[in-house]
Structure formats: structure tokens, C-alpha cells
């Protein structure tokens, strides 16, 4: 079982930048598709990003421009880059594997004036 522990949130002013990471256990992470999903208040949860273990990526559109999955299989962890932060953008950031379905606890994204 694949334990997945996220980090990076915070409260941030419209336009700001934030950085999460996602570290991961287990000795086969290179070949593992990541992603990156956000649940806001009242709704359902959604996928943001998701990078293969080849390195390709694919994001959501409302999310295009903005943010940059990336990952590094020596560190085992995974990143989500957030530029030009949106209050819509707030929510509980979770990670996850697409092979074992594994998830972690979330990171609250808070983006306010």
C-alpha cells in the first residue's frame, strides 16, 4: 500500500503562488500515474492535474496556464505549482495514485483578501 503525505498549503492573496508537495512511500513511485484532485466546500471532489510516469501531463481547464504538476522519482514526491491564485481556487488539495488508488490526508488551499 502506497502512503501518500501532502504539504505546501496555506492562506494566500489573490494572484499569489503556492507550492504543494505530495511525498510518497514505496520502492516502485517512477511508474505510478500521480494526480492531483481538490475538493471545495459544498462540492464534489475534482481532478486538477496528473502526470504519467513518463513525465506527461494533462490538467483541468480551469486550471491551464496556471498551475504545473512536475514529480521527482529519486525523492519520491510530487508537486503542484499554483500561480495566479483564484479565491475559486480554494479548496482541500489531495494526491493520489491512479494504480493503487491511494490517497492522502489533504492540504487546505485558502486564497483571500
Do not use: H
Not at 49 to 78: E, L, P, Q
Amino acid at each position: 500500500q502506497v502512503q501518500l503525505v501532502e504539504s505546501g498549503g496555506g492562506l494566500v492573496q489573490p494572484g499569489g503562488s503556492l507550492r504543494l508537495s505530495c511525498a510518497a512511500s514505496g520502492s516502485i513511485f517512477s511508474i505510478y500515474t500521480m494526480r492531483w484532485y481538490r475538493q471545495a466546500p459544498g462540492k464534489e471532489r475534482e481532478l486538477v492535474a496528473g502526470i504519467f510516469g513518463g513525465g506527461g501531463t494533462y490538467y483541468a481547464d480551469s486550471v491551464k496556464g496556471r498551475f504545473t504538476i512536475s514529480r521527482d522519482n529519486v525523492k519520491k514526491t510530487m508537486y503542484l505549482q499554483m500561480n495566479s491564485l483564484k479565491p475559486e481556487d480554494t479548496a482541500v488539495y489531495y494526491c493520489n495514485t491512479r494504480e493503487t488508488n491511494s490517497w492522502g490526508q489533504g492540504t487546505q488551499v485558502t486564497v483571500s483578501s
